[in-house]
């Protein structure tokens, strides 16, 4: 099966030759299939993708999405002894602790979508819960005399501050949202995928109400510290705006859910993770949630190995890819997350054979991918993704875009982030036909 890549009709591939040489890659040459473009700090806004229609859009709506810092007080966490978590959390120590009146503690516990607020005895015996205002997180936790406060934010809620006296109480709203987003026109819904094996695989999916199947964005976590929690973000919030949906796939080796969890995805359990990810792609297809024709594959770090394992064993399911930093030979590292996630010796090797074949037969068939890389990055970073696109060229992937930012773009800190947010989403939004309002 080829697939063409979604180009702007009016854009023509630009190769910016310096940056292409500093990675050993002979740009130059005609056959050459992997484009590369640069977004330089004095030219930001004649990138290859500016033909794009909508990315001033995209641009403005990001930065209004953008929350400013938060001034919640940072208080000292109190000394507490063994606090005993809910059912629902999925760690054995909370996120956030406050000491608040009569020797009672509050405890905010991570969950697989978010947070449940616990208060707690002086000894740390859970008595009650604290309802929050929907699946979301607490992001600052504080008391003042006899109240508690906290910030509140969801994947569709802005942070906004609460305040309760009586935990029976639903708390009260203090404050308004930092940004102004239209939170009821979307709904979360924690869903789960049965795996090969029986397994219940965790998928948060944040869609427009009332619309079926709009273009999903599949956003796979299978690594340690790849977990992403459910709060408000302005590429989310954006790509939500533009009609779009976003479905979190929690496989194996997913960080904050658990040692199991964590541990059942390290090294063989790879293998397993990649049934995970295949597996809520097929859930989100029977329940008329998503399209394969429209639907985006996204990973960062470590988790790519599991995606593009999933990708060359079904690579129809996506419409087109994004890879943040891929782990491109992970077996030649000894770091430490290396050596926990894949393992040591022939082992390790046969697993990364199995799960990165990377040959003819197999990269041919992958969708059209976007790579997102800074060159300021350790060089071993910068090497490790070389040589992910290397494989896939000599492979014969039909075409693959490498978005590099300078170390200067870098030191431009968030502004840098949201300009490569603008591209990405942009291209993406125009590989599955989503329109830019």
Known sequence: MAHGFPMPRRALPLVMLGVAASLGWAASQADEPIEVFVAR????ARPLLDAL???????????????APSRAPVLPAPVVGALIAPASATASQPDRVASWTDGRMLAAWPTTVGHVLSVH??????????????????????????TAHFEYSSFITPPTRYAVRDARQPPRRTGRPTVRFPSTRFAIEPLAARAADGSDV???LVRPRGRPAPPVFVYVTAARG???????????ANWLAMGGAYAFVYARGSGGLGMAWRQAGQAAGKRAAV???????????ARGLARRSTMIAHAAGHSTVVLTAALQRDPAWAR?????????????????????????????????????????????????????????QPPAVVTQTR??????RRGGHPRVLLRASTPADADAGSRHLREERVDVYAFLADAVGLAVR
């Open 41 to 44: 700090e004095t030219s930001l």
């Open 53 to 67: 229609g909508g990315r001033r859009t995209i641009d403005a709506r990001l930065q209004a999405l953008s929350p």
């Open 121 to 146: 005895d002086a000894q740390g015996a859970r008595l009650e819960d604290i309802q929050l205002p929907g699946l979301g997180t607490v992001q600052a936790l504080w008391t003042t005399g006899d």
């Open 202 to 204: 965790p998928v948060v």
């Open 226 to 236: 790849s977990r992403v929690p459910s709060a408000f973000s302005a590429p989310v």
């Open 275 to 285: 049934d995970d990810v295949l597996a809520a792609v097929r859930m989100l297809e």
């Open 320 to 376: 087109v890819a994004w890879l943040s930093y891929p782990a491109g030979d992970p077996g030649a590292s000894a770091s430490e997350v290396a050596l926990e996630e894949y393992g040591t010796g022939a082992e390790r090797d046969a697993l990364l054979r199995d799960l990165l074949p990377l040959d003819a037969a197999q990269v041919r068939v992958l969708p059209p991918t976007i790579v997102t890389l800074t060159l300021d």
């Open 387 to 392: 040589r992910y696109i290397d494989a896939m």
